[in-house]
T-cell receptor, first 116, second 117 residues
């Protein structure tokens, strides 16, 4: 069973540009979450999508956005890039159960974004 | 609100020695707790999780953690360290996620484990 796939793995962008990152969840998983990891702030939650709808959102500016497609694949977009957006962006997928049993997050290898 | 504190940003042990990584949590609801490991330039791999079934949780690679509600702790241990255990370890707490969504994970700042030969 393939894991969570994130593309591209590495990306270099110029300040002011925009970028789109892609995440393909594990087959059958319908929930996708995004996290930003930086040395200064650690791991921070960006947003979560389920059934093409954003269900949770972290404390990030509106330049950060995302979406989820009908096949559960997700993209996140960052517009007007700033130097501080340089980070490892991690995507996590999870299955949804019909009971109250907690699900767990499976993470991809991340996309390393460098803004210059 | 949920939060996690990991005591010690760096821990060094000799190969074969006990590994103890500390995690204290704060949660306004019964917590779901996790330990993840991250190798350089990799994503996060789940080591183990606590979801109220048992207070002593066994994970992969010989790791285990004990949930202590009175101490709001969820420390990670391994009896005998191996060189391959060198990595960064993150403790996390969830804000719920029952049923329809996963919920949000709140991570600690991480503990870098170094294993000396």
């Amino acid at each position: 069973k393939a894991g969570v796939t994130q593309t591209p793995r590495y990306l270099i962008k110029t300040r002011g540009q925009q970028v789109t990152l892609s995440c393909s969840p594990i087959s059958g998983h319908r929930s996708v979450s995004w996290y930003q990891q930086t040395p200064g702030q650690g791991l921070q939650f960006l947003f979560e999508y389920f059934s093409e709808t954003q269900r949770n959102k972290g404390n990030f500016p509106g330049r950060f956005s995302g979406r989820q497609f009908s096949n559960s694949r997700s993209e996140m977009n960052v517009s007007t890039l700033e130097l501080g957006d340089s980070a490892l962006y991690l995507c996590a997928s999870s299955s949804i159960r019909s009971t109250a049993t907690y699900t767990e997050a499976f993470f991809g290898q991340g996309t390393r974004l460098t803004v210059v | 609100a949920q939060s996690v504190t990991q005591l010690g940003s760096h821990v060094s042990v000799s190969e074969g020695a006990l590994v103890l990584l500390r995690c204290n949590y704060s949660s306004s609801v019964p917590p779901y707790l996790f330990w993840y490991v991250q190798y350089p330039n990799q994503g996060l791999q789940l080591l183990l999780k606590y979801t109220s079934a048992a207070t002593l949780v066994k994970g992969i690679n010989g790791f285990e953690a004990e949930f202590k509600k009175s101490e709001t702790s969820f420390h990670l241990t391994k009896p005998s360290a191996h060189m391959s255990d060198a990595a960064e370890y993150f403790c996390a707490v969830s804000d719920g996620g029952r049923g329809s969504t996963l919920g949000r994970l709140y991570f600690g700042r991480g503990t870098q484990l170094t294993v000396w030969p």
